[in-house]
């Protein structure tokens, strides 16, 4: 199934793992859960990496950070600023009712914990959100890379990686090769972890694998426009879906040019006060590889 929500607050779910509360009184008497919304965001960053000091005791990693100002933006300047304002709020769907009664659900903080949880105000279930697991792969294939147009909303008619979220019952490089299967129609062999990047005010966290073309034969899946491969010197930044997308192509273009494949974690942060659709929004922050 092709990422549907990328960097949309839908890409929340709830855990299987649903804890029963042993005792709970007075549910019936606290305040109502607030009405049921959604908020869409869309956004890519355009990002250079600049260097900044770091240290890790017997680590393998350097960090960098990466600004969607561009290539004249100061490290320093970015971080008086992110110390200036407050980070921006996490994107939550709301729970109002139970997913094993189907009773309503109130905001409360259960014992032993401090953050507010929808609880079923009949059988007490706590209902966890947790972040999705999105993969994909960087296929290459004679110097070049794979990438998707997008025929599904958000960003139809943008390109990406293929990528989606990952099924129950699949490995990480499964749900990655199948993605690549289903938007690509081709089947590739994963080869390696190329990077993850974590976007917590969604809620999303990806793995991209790098991976190779078992035949030359690749064609537009159902939830794809075309496929194409892409010249590392031809990838239309201008027309990519999506910040992780823009970020991990440039982080392997950079390493492909110093002859040194790496392994990247990032962290993807979105601007305090930025607007939801501009693509320039986005700071990109502790940033490891080794």
Request: glycine share 8%.
């Amino acid at each position: 199934m092709m990422l549907r929500s990328v960097h949309l607050p839908l890409g929340f779910g709830v855990s299987p793992l649903l804890r029963c509360l042993p005792s709970f009184s007075g549910l019936a008497s606290l305040p109502a859960v607030a009405s049921c919304s959604w908020s869409r965001i869309s956004a890519s960053p355009e990002g250079f990496p600049l260097d900044v000091p770091y240290s890790r005791q017997h680590g393998v990693f350097r960090a960098f950070r990466m600004s969607s100002g561009g290539p004249g933006t100061s490290p320093d300047v970015d971080a008086a600023l992110g110390s200036a304002v407050a980070p921006p709020a996490i994107q939550m769907p709301k729970i109002c009712f139970c997913h094993s009664c189907g009773n309503p659900t109130k905001q409360v903080i259960p014992d032993g914990e401090k953050k507010t949880r929808p609880v079923c105000v009949v059988c007490g279930k706590i209902h966890y959100q947790n972040p999705k697991m999105v993969v994909g792969c960087l296929v290459e294939h004679n110097d070049k890379v794979l990438l998707c147009k997008r025929k599904i909303e958000p960003s139809y008619g943008l390109w990406t990686l293929p990528a989606g979220f990952l099924e129950i019952g699949e490995s990480a490089p499964e749900g990655a090769a199948r993605e690549t299967l289903e938007e690509a129609c081709a089947e590739v062999e994963v080869l390696s972890p190329f990077a993850q990047l974590d976007i917590p005010h969604i809620g999303q966290s990806y793995i991209i694998f790098r991976a190779r073309l078992k035949t030359p034969h690749f064609s537009p899946g159902p939830e794809s426009l075309k496929c194409a491969l892409f010249a590392l010197d031809d990838i239309p930044f201008d027309s990519l879906a999506f910040s992780s997308i823009i970020i991990t192509l440039k982080m392997y273009i950079e390493d492909t040019k110093s002859g040194n494949l790496k392994f990247h974690y990032c962290t993807i942060n979105k601007r305090p006060g930025a607007s939801p659709s501009d693509p320039h929004g986005f700071d990109v922050d502790q940033c490891l590889h080794s």
